[in-house]
């Protein structure tokens, strides 16, 4: 088993004396010298002792660096990736909500543009309905104001005859104005026409 001297027990250390022996003063000038180099080399041993832990230190920085540098990178990574990942996803859903939002609005315009040609076609059959009726309520109105005239042009000349012909029975005197040809029906057929010029005939 090896045993740390120090350059003090080299300086102590004693030796037997015998008569054959060699000069002490030789002995101790060589083990100082050896105490000497003994101790610059323990000087120097420690201070390579000390840069080897201060390296062994670094080392175990950097390794804890490198460790530190490998998860931030994974840990980057991951979350670039997850990132990435939602970005799609969400570009994915708002290209989906548009094509949704298109879809919508493009059938409520179709809905709306079949609405607006229902009520378009209502309108112009309640038209052609109305103007129908109107016309034919107008026709009607000239028909009853022919109807009229013609029975007061026939009354009228009736009348004419009985006057020249002899009558047992009393004559009636004509109340003012029945002697003259009534105009009430061709003033309305006038205005008639001058409202509704379509439908004159």
Known sequence: MRQNITPNEILQKKFTQ???GVKPE???DFLKLVATEFE??????????????QLEEAVEEYRHMETTLKNTLIASQKIGQEIKEEAERKSNLLIRESELDGARIIQKAKQRKEKLEEEVYQLL????????????????HR?????????????????GMQDSMPSAEP???????DDEKPQV?????????????????
């Open 40 to 53: 610059e080399l323990l000087r120097e041993n420690m201070l390579m002792g000390e840069k080897v832990k």
């Open 18 to 20: 015998s008569l054959k």
């Open 171 to 177: 004559e009636i005197e004509p109340e003012d104005g």
């Open 26 to 28: 030789e002995v101790y």
């Open 143 to 159: 028909k009853m104001v022919q109807a009229q005239d013609s029975r007061i042009l026939l009354e009228y000349d009736m009348k």
């Open 125 to 140: 059959n309640q038209y052609r309905r109305f103007r129908a009726e109107f016309a034919s309520l107008l026709d009607s």
């Open 185 to 201: 029906g061709e003033e309305e057929i006038k205005d008639l026409e001058i409202l509704f010029p379509d439908e004159k005939e």
